[in-house]
């Protein structure tokens, strides 16, 4: 049995999960940021803002959209980075 149809299906299920993983971890930097008043923290969460709708945008019109991806890469790269940066300066 084949579940070709299926496949645009568990795309979108995948960026709705993606979605949400960076939603949490935008939440949490930017209440922290707030609270502790690091620009690093703001910046991270700012970054995952952006993979937050790029996540949301490609699962709600699915098909291959190179310059979303590239963007939600280089945005979940630049949130590691920063988040990486701020662990190591405290």
Same mark, same amino acid.
């Given at each position: 049995?084949?579940? /070709?149809?299926?496949?645009?299906? =568990? &795309?979108? *299920?995948?960026?709705? =999960? &993606?979605? *949400? ?9 930017l209440r922290t %940021? ?5 620009? #690093?923290?703001?910046?991270? %969460?700012? $970054? ?6 790029? $996540?949301?945008?490609?699962? =709600? =019109?699915?098909? &291959? +959209?190179?310059? +979303? #991806? /590239? ?12 988040? &990486?940066? /701020?662990?190591? $300066?405290?």
């Open positions: 049995m084949s579940d /070709r149809g299926l496949q645009p299906e =568990r &795309t979108a *299920l995948a960026w709705q =999960r &993606t979605g *949400l993983s960076a939603a949490v971890a935008a939440a949490l930097l %940021g707030f609270a502790a008043g690091s620009v #690093l923290d703001l910046a991270a %969460g700012g $970054c995952a803002v952006v993979v937050v709708v790029l $996540c949301w945008l490609t699962a =709600r =019109r699915p098909g &291959t +959209r190179p310059w +979303r #991806l /590239r963007v939600s890469a280089g945005a979940a790269c630049v949130t590691a980075l920063l988040v &990486t940066v /701020r662990l190591v $300066c405290e």
